[in-house]
């Protein structure tokens, strides 16, 4: 796991959404870090972004460690926000939560 901490994207560009995976350790990669990072564009359009950019880290960065390439497609997959899933709503600490309305 000490990759997730050290690892940064090498690329030279001047495309902000890019660069910050390169001036940030791959445990920052998360939609949620990146979007109270940048403030400039509302969710969706910095959601979209994210995942563009992420994207073009994991086909054109050299060398990415194996636990790196893991976690971006962790990152990656529909709903891996625990904010905004639904298995995750229903489910804490093992148990069942289930609310019901009338």
């Given at each position: ?5 050290t ?51 994991k ?30 709503a ?13």
């Open positions: 796991m000490s990759d997730l901490k690892y940064k994207a090498n690329f030279k560009t001047s495309n902000k959404y890019l660069k910050y995976f390169c001036n940030n350790a791959a445990s920052e990669w998360t939609l949620k870090k990146y979007q109270k990072h940048f403030m400039d564009k509302g969710p969706e359009e910095l959601k979209k972004a994210f995942m563009k950019n992420l994207q073009i880290v086909n054109n960065a050299k060398g990415i460690p194996s636990d790196v390439n893991q976690h971006i497609d962790q990152v990656m997959e529909p709903d891996s926000d625990p904010c905004t899933s639904t298995v995750a229903l489910f804490k600490d093992g148990q069942n939560f289930w609310n019901i309305h009338p």
